[in-house]
């Protein structure tokens, strides 16, 4: 049986459920693929790496560094993927603080010592403790506005009694 479908591990096992992310066509114009072979001699539908021929796993078989980059990664489990310790307590208690901890852990992840899923998790949060900032800033504006309406009314009830007594007002 020399089908062509035998041999493309899509179509062979039937289109790929929903919501899993299919790789690009091969034959879309301009969209690059790795140049090597799968075990199965098929073309290799992954996308290059940056500047290199090839996708990170075939690299990995031509590259001594990577692949010890690679196996190190294997062996871990992706435990290297953690926050480092020399990197500073997330701190929210101020919009100042709150954009000094993301513009840290957005350089932390640029220089490859913090998961992007970690950012991800500190922006959430972030927001959170905005919104929490400006709750408590709204109830201390509507603290302010109760005590001042409250002092308005003392005056007028002051102004209206006859005798001008404080201990009238109360």
């Known amino acids: 049986m020399s089908d062509e479908s035998t041999h493309n591990p899509v179509t062979a096992l039937g289109p790929k459920p929903q ?13 690059r693929r790795c140049a090597a072979k799968t075990a199965a001699g098929v073309d290799c539908v992954t996308r290059p790496m940056s500047g ?17 980059q690679v196996a190190l990664e294997r062996r871990m ?18 919009e100042a603080d709150i954009l000094h901890t993301l513009e840290s852990a957005a350089a932390a992840v640029v220089a ?13 949060a972030a927001g959170v403790a905005i ?16 005590e001042e309406a409250q002092t308005k009314r003392k005056v007028v009830l002051i ?8 201990s009238n007002a109360k």
């Open 77 to 94: 489990g992706g435990h290297l993927r953690v926050q480092h310790p020399e990197l500073p307590r997330p701190v929210f208690s101020s």
């Open 19 to 31: 919501g899993v992310k299919q790789p690009a066509p091969v034959n879309v114009p301009g969209a």
């Open 131 to 146: 919104r929490l900032i400006e709750v408590r800033q709204d109830a201390e504006e509507l603290r302010l506005t109760h």
């Open 159 to 166: 102004t209206q009694t006859p005798s001008g007594s404080e």
């Open 52 to 68: 290199r021929d090839r996708c990170r796993h075939h690299e990995a078989q031509h590259d001594p560094a990577l692949a010890e």
């Open 112 to 124: 490859g010592q913090l998961s992007p899923s970690v950012l991800n998790s500190l922006s959430q």
